[in-house]
């Protein structure tokens, strides 16, 4: 008898946890509202965990100093996933159930955001992603936001610069299959591409972590195409860079948002002068925000915020603003608040959400100019 009532009560805790979300614990609880971070702080896409984490410390050290969130501080507990999407759905399952946390941050990597989406939105706990950009990632539930404009967009403004800006009409595509990001970039840049009248010569594939692209370079330099649209992540695009030079294929590589990295530069150095990526913000904008945020983020650590940064900035500023705003601190209140914001006068720009929690933002386009550094192209907005 005692036995049984004693399941019964589990029971209806565990039913009333499943309804309310484990954000009502936090919420309940007197002392730091903890909020999780799952990150690649280590593995071959590094860069992405410190350089998010660190834009979040930024935004969460001057909150706190500013007095919190309904008068507690916020305590940000960072989880290292070593760019392993099986880790990153671990790490989102231990901070939900073990931490408590009040909401998630993370991934960069989609992959890796689709991997640790399904964890927060059954528990009801509201996760941001900084800078994650496939499509399919808000579209897991609707606790699952972002902080970044999407591929449908990326990839059109990538389109737009190869076939109106470089003129170009014959490109190759060479991309990552193992990376839901990669493989839906090429896709929409493809699609926009043709559209446009270009015509895709060749498409190549490698899997992340490759280190010899010969055999696909070579089939595409037999193409003989303008450029190389080459959606991957830093390592692999050094990697390529070099290895494209050494084939004698002299035409620019073109990418997306996954190449900014100060590594990207040491691992495929002058290769890449001369090549375009699409990215969040350009530190050379002269907007005020974003020369305040970048003077700020030197002086804290002597070092130039690169986009993850200012993504992970921002994400963290629309969840303190959603927190702000809600009643309580519950998962349902901080998802309501985080569904209507609009006009969030972000570093990157004014974030916005429509009905799928996705960002209205423009990108900027960047060259890669002699000794690595990015010279400004263009700007492109939403149409
Ligand atoms: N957009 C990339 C993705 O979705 C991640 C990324 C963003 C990497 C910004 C670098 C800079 O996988």
Same mark, same amino acid.
């Given at each position: 008898?005692?036995?049984?009532?004693?399941?019964?009560?589990?029971? &209806?805790?565990?039913?009333?946890?499943?309804?309310?979300?484990?954000?009502?614990?936090?919420?309940?609880?007197?002392?730091?509202?903890?909020?999780?971070?799952?990150?690649?702080?280590?593995?071959?896409?590094?860069?992405?965990?410190?350089?998010?984490?660190?834009?979040?410390?930024?935004?969460?050290?001057?909150?706190?100093?500013?007095? +919190?969130?309904? +008068?507690?501080?916020?305590?940000?507990?960072?989880?290292?996933?070593?760019?392993?999407?099986?880790?990153?759905?671990?790490?989102?399952?231990?901070?939900?159930?073990?931490?408590?946390?009040?909401?998630?941050?993370?991934?960069?990597?989609?992959?890796?955001?689709?991997?640790?989406?399904?964890?927060?939105?059954?528990?009801?706990?509201?996760?941001?992603?900084?800078?994650?950009?496939?499509?399919?990632?808000?579209?897991?539930?609707?606790?699952?936001?972002?902080?970044?404009?999407?591929?449908?967009?990326?990839?059109?403004?990538?389109?737009?610069?190869?076939?109106?800006?470089?003129?170009?009409?014959?490109?190759?595509?060479?991309?990552?299959?193992?990376?839901?990001?990669?493989?839906?970039?090429?896709?929409?840049?493809?699609?926009?591409?043709? #559209?446009?009248?270009?015509?895709?010569?060749?498409?190549?594939?490698?899997?992340? +972590?490759?280190?010899?692209?010969?055999?696909?370079?070579?089939?595409?330099?037999?193409?003989?195409?303008?450029?190389?649209?080459?959606?991957?992540?830093?390592?692999?695009?050094?990697?390529?860079?070099?290895?494209?030079?050494?084939?004698?294929?002299?035409?620019?590589?073109?990418?997306?948002?996954?190449?900014?990295?100060? #590594?990207?530069? *040491?691992?495929?150095?002058?290769?890449? *002068?001369?090549?375009?990526?699409?990215?969040?913000?350009?530190?050379?904008?002269?907007?005020?925000?974003?020369?305040?945020?970048?003077?700020?983020?030197?002086?804290?650590?002597?070092?130039?915020?690169?986009?993850?940064?200012?993504?992970?900035?921002?994400?963290?500023?629309?969840?303190?603003?959603?927190?702000?705003?809600?009643?309580?601190?519950?998962?349902?209140?901080?998802?309501?608040?985080?569904?209507?914001?609009?006009?969030?006068?972000?570093?990157?720009?004014?974030?916005?959400?429509? &009905?799928?929690?996705?960002?209205?933002?423009? &990108?900027?386009?960047? #060259?890669?100019? #002699?000794?690595?550094?990015?010279?400004?192209?263009?700007?492109?907005?939403?149409?």
């Amino acid at each position: 008898m005692r036995l049984r009532s004693t399941v019964l009560l589990l029971a &209806a805790l565990v039913a009333c946890q499943k309804q309310q979300g484990s954000g009502l614990v936090g919420a309940d609880a007197k002392g730091p509202i903890v909020i999780g971070h799952v990150a690649s702080t280590t593995g071959t896409e590094a860069t992405f965990g410190t350089s998010s984490d660190r834009g979040f410390r930024i935004f969460f050290d001057e909150l706190n100093a500013k007095g +919190g969130i309904k +008068g507690r501080q916020i305590k940000l507990v960072t989880l290292d996933d070593q760019g392993k999407p099986e880790e990153a759905a671990t790490a989102a399952t231990r901070l939900i159930a073990s931490d408590h946390v009040t909401a998630l941050l993370g991934e960069v990597a989609s992959t890796r955001s689709l991997w640790m989406a399904p964890k927060a939105q059954m528990a009801h706990v509201p996760m941001i992603s900084p800078s994650s950009t496939n499509e399919k990632v808000t579209a897991v539930g609707d606790y699952i936001f972002r902080a970044c404009f999407i591929d449908a967009f990326q990839g059109f403004v990538m389109a737009k610069f190869a076939h109106e800006t470089l003129k170009l009409s014959k490109v190759a595509i060479l991309k990552d299959v193992r990376n839901d990001y990669s493989v839906g970039l090429a896709k929409v840049f493809a699609e926009q591409f043709t #559209k446009m009248g270009g015509t895709i010569v060749a498409t190549e594939s490698f899997s992340q +972590g490759d280190v010899d692209f010969k055999a696909q370079l070579t089939n595409i330099k037999a193409k003989s195409p303008e450029a190389i649209f080459e959606p991957g992540y830093y390592t692999d695009t050094g990697l390529i860079a070099r290895q494209a030079k050494e084939l004698g294929l002299a035409v620019p590589l073109l990418g997306g948002d996954g190449w900014d990295s100060e #590594k990207l530069y *040491e691992i495929g150095g002058a290769a890449l *002068e001369g090549s375009y990526f699409s990215n969040h913000y350009s530190v050379d904008d002269p907007s005020p925000r974003i020369q305040a945020f970048v003077a700020h983020y030197k002086q804290v650590t002597g070092l130039v915020p690169d986009s993850l940064a200012a993504q992970a900035y921002d994400a963290a500023g629309m969840l303190a603003d959603a927190m702000t705003r809600a009643p309580d601190l519950s998962g349902p209140s901080i998802r309501d608040a985080l569904a209507t914001m609009k006009n969030f006068a972000g570093v990157t720009g004014d974030i916005s959400l429509d &009905a799928n929690r996705n960002p209205v933002k423009p &990108a900027v386009v960047l #060259k890669i100019g #002699k000794g690595g550094k990015y010279e400004f192209v263009t700007r492109i907005q939403p149409e």
